[in-house]
């Protein structure tokens, strides 16, 4: 059931689904037969999809730092550690994603994760260069450079038209967050 090859994903955009749509994929995988290892930048361990996807055979959920502030709400200090972090997580997780031959990999938000100045651009670019030839790259966020995009084999953009948010609704549970 192996790839030939596998290709780099990119859905960015200010509209809502590019999770959802990362997920989605990755449970399609999954349910393939294919082995998936997941992580979500920026986001606490405790979002509603991983609760469902600890539960699917074939997917591999990293845990990472529970998101205390939003980037913007962070001191110079806080984001250079939570950059340490973050860098230190995706060098382990790629490695993972090697040595244990994973088919795809989820590196959900670390575009918006760039964006935010806290990691280096760099690090994925590289990696992206010499990734192993079969594993399927899904990355999520608003914002991918001009680089990025030139990595990727796919990159699709949803475009926000309306969300509740722009009237102050709060997210909901199980449907937006």
């Known amino acids: 059931?192996?790839?030939?090859?596998?290709?780099?994903?990119?859905?960015?955009?200010?509209?809502?689904?590019?999770?959802?749509?990362?997920m989605g994929l990755c449970v399609r995988a999954a349910g393939y037969g294919y082995r998936v290892l997941l992580y979500q930048f920026m986001k606490n361990n405790k979002t509603s999809e991983r609760s469902i996807l600890k539960e699917v055979p074939n997917i591999t959920l990293m845990d990472g730092l529970d998101q205390e502030k939003f980037s913007f709400q962070m001191s110079e200090e806080e984001k250079a550690e939570r950059t340490l972090f973050y860098e230190d997580?995706?060098?382990?997780?790629?490695?993972?994603?090697?040595?244990?031959?994973?088919?795809?990999?989820?590196l959900d938000?670390?575009?918006?994760?760039?964006?935010?100045?806290?990691?280096?651009?760099?690090?994925?670019l590289d990696f992206l260069k010499h990734k192993p030839e079969k594993l399927e790259v899904i990355l999520t966020g608003q914002g991918p450079s001009q680089a990025l995009i030139d990595a990727a084999d796919y990159v699709s953009e949803i475009k926000k038209?309306?969300?509740p948010?722009?009237?102050?609704?709060?997210?909901?549970?199980?449907?937006?967050?």
């Open 1 to 22: 059931m192996k790839k030939d090859i596998g290709y780099v994903h990119i859905y960015c955009g200010d509209g809502k689904g590019k999770t959802t749509t990362g």
């Open 89 to 106: 997580q995706f060098r382990k997780l790629t490695q993972k994603a090697r040595e244990e031959d994973y088919d795809v990999l989820f």
């Open 109 to 124: 938000e670390l575009i918006y994760t760039i964006r935010a100045g806290l990691f280096h651009e760099e690090l994925l």
């Open 161 to 163: 038209i309306k969300h």
């Open 165 to 177: 948010f722009d009237q102050g609704l709060p997210a909901r549970k199980g449907i937006e967050s």
